[in-house]
């Protein structure tokens, strides 16, 4: 439909939109690449103290870039043709926060296993979704006693909470980024799990 709007400047505007979720996702991962639980966690020593604090870091690492991302762009330039840009700009920061945590270039593009990170992005996109991963995350943890394996069930979990809970497919899209990841990041883990040989309720790297 013709609104009058030339065709220079709409090729233009069109540029502009497209390079939006670039730059999220660029700025997101920055910010997730800053191994600020990890210097905590050196900071205060090894303590039950020093953990819990690098564990909260590392979620609101997660869970404040993708909440202002979804507050800042609620209702810009939506389509009722396409999901809510809240939730496709949202998905896209949560992305690289969680990779830029997990593939640090600060530490050899190595870092945390996401865990944390990731549970803190759900909540900032649908928090009783996050708390669906918590909750599994935790009963996962005490009833095989495996601190790994209770976050990988909380992560398998997450986006069909997401799902249940928003209808939302670019977060729920998100959700099953952030399991593969967190796989990803726990095949060591898993390949102890299967031996045998995985410690129990020991804390692990986030």
């Known amino acids: 439909m013709d609104v009058g709007i030339p065709e220079s400047t709409a090729i233009g505007l069109l540029l502009i939109v497209l390079a939006i979720p670039v730059v999220l996702f660029i700025g997101a991962f920055l910010i997730g690449s800053v191994p600020l639980g990890r210097l905590i966690g050196r900071l205060r ?15 609101l690492k997660g869970f404040v870039p993708t909440f202002v991302a979804v507050v800042v762009f609620r209702g ?3 389509s009722p043709d396409l999901p809510p840009t809240s939730q496709i700009f949202g998905a896209v920061v949560a992305a ?33 979704a996050g708390l669906v991963a918590v909750g599994v995350w935790i009963a996962g943890t005490l009833a095989t006693r495996y601190l790994s394996a209770g976050s990988l069930l909380g992560s398998i979990v997450a986006p069909f909470a997401i799902w249940f809970f928003s209808g939302s497919i670019p977060e729920t899209l998100f959700g099953v ?21 995985e410690a129990r309720m020991q804390l692990i790297k986030r």
């Open 45 to 59: 020593a090894p303590s039950t103290i020093g953990t819990v604090a690098a564990l909260i870091v590392d979620t």
């Open 76 to 78: 810009f330039l939506d």
């Open 96 to 128: 690289g926060v969680l990779l830029g945590h997990c593939f640090s270039p600060w530490l050899h593009f190595r870092g945390g296993k996401g865990v944390a990170t990731a549970f803190g992005a759900i909540f900032a996109l649908c928090w009783p």
């Open 177 to 197: 980024f952030a399991a593969l990841v967190i796989a990803v990041r726990h095949r060591e883990n898993i390949g102890r799990l299967r031996s045998g040989t």
